[in-house]
């Protein structure tokens, strides 16, 4: 147990690092007439998603329920705002703007423990949809550093548009100096290629149908490299062997340098490697093989590559699945594009919270719960993650 003193610094740090946050942020209510301050609304909000709340009636009754505690460093002139004081402030909150402020606590955090891999990819709520009125779901691009588990920044593709147009968008709120950026063949586009090395960044790119002529260009470097034992072609290759839940897998991972001359290096800005990713998977005496492509900006250099690839996949298994699994995000039917797309935001840092958090060796439920239960555990997990 921490000391009176401890927790009451890191409830004013919390408190100081939100308003850092949020200084830039446009309150869209006329503020005179306001019963609660903003700041008040967002930081019980993230408090009570991180101690379990799923929906607005939630973070009421956790307001209520921790009244004095947050009396102790919050405003509160009016009391606990309602459910539906949250649920209509939170849908008046630009929803890019507010993520911008939100994730500028993670993104500190990120340059501040070295991290170098940045994974961009796409996740719909599925519940967002209404045929009733037209609504399709809402589309959300996010970015996972996957070294230290935090999300870095979230935009919310435009209606009727895609995730080729929110990722420029994305990159911009991002500091690549030094990354790798991870897409998935949605982002393998020229213009993205290019802001990643405007911004000082270095990408990996998956190839796949949308990019058919350089697919079957890399395919072809590929054929021709085997067929002259890549004799005079810069070459590297790395294997691992991985089995667990009666599963098997080789990867082995073939990178070589694109000859200068290639019409594909002039086409796509500082290209430089093609990679060739096999994975022979053995279940119950069944053999599978797959080859997926990529394109690198890296030098060709197979464990990096290797490792920068299959490090991609972490914002599938320790972001999108933690936040179905554990926060019920596609069970959540919010149809309101800016109320959804925040929430949603504030359940992202709450996943990039909790696992700064390491003493606790369980699960982001478990997390959650003890949050829930224990006070002096919340300050914890705010004050192994402070601004």
């Known amino acids: 147990m921490w000391d009176g ?5 890191v409830e004013r740090e919390f408190i100081d690092g939100l308003k850092a946050c949020f200084a830039d942020l446009e309150d869209p209510r006329v503020v005179p007439r306001c019963d609660h301050v903003l700041l008040d609304i967002v930081a019980i909000t993230l408090l009570a998603v991180l101690c379990g709340a799923e929906d607005w009636p939630d973070i009421e009754l956790f307001g209520e329920t921790r009244k004095d505690w947050l009396k102790s460093f919050l405003e509160l002139p009016n009391g606990i705002p309602s459910h539906d004081t949250f649920r209509r402030v939170f849908g008046l909150l630009e929803r890019n703007q507010f993520a911008q402020s939100l994730f500028q606590w993670t993104q500190a955090l990120h340059e501040a423990t070295g991290g170098q891999l940045i994974s961009i990819d796409g996740k719909a709520l599925r519940r967002s949809l209404s045929r009733k009125s037209g609504k399709a779901m809402l589309h959300l691009v996010t970015a996972w550093a996957s070294e230290n588990g935090l999300t870095l920044g979230q935009v919310a593709c435009v209606e009727k548009s895609n995730e080729i147009t929110a990722i420029p968008e994305l990159l911009k709120l991002l500091s690549l100096k030094g990354s790798t950026v991870t897409i ?9 290629a290019a802001q990643i090395r405007e911004q000082t960044g270095h990408y990996v790119l998956a190839l796949k149908g949308n990019q058919s002529g350089l697919q079957e260009d890399v395919q072809e470097l590929f054929i021709q490299a085997i067929d002259t034992d890549f004799a005079e072609t810069s070459h590297d290759v790395y294997e691992t062997c991985e089995t667990a839940h009666g599963r098997t897998e080789e990867r082995t991972c073939h990178v070589l340098e694109i000859p200068k001359d290639h019409p594909q290096r002039v086409a796509w800005k500082d290209l430089r490697t093609a990679i060739a990713v096999t994975s022979q998977r053995t279940i119950n005496d069944q053999e599978t093989c797959e080859t997926r492509y990529y394109i690198s900006s890296h030098a060709p250099r197979a464990k990096l590559l290797a490792q920068a690839i299959r490090r991609h996949w972490s914002i599938e298994n320790s972001q999108h699945w933690v936040l179905d699994v554990t926060f019920g995000e596609d069970q959540r039917r919010q149809q309101d594009r800016n ?11 709450a996943i990039s919270l909790l696992r700064q958090e390491t003493t606790n060796k369980r699960g982001a439920k478990n997390k959650r719960l003890r ?17």
């Open 184 to 192: 998935d063949a949605m982002g393998c586009q020229k213009e993205i």
């Open 339 to 349: 109320g959804a797309a925040n929430f949603a935001a504030v359940r992202r840092l």
């Open 5 to 9: 003193s401890i927790m009451d610094g």
């Open 371 to 387: 949050c829930a239960l224990d006070p002096s555990y919340l300050l914890k997990v705010l004050h192994t993650a402070k601004f």
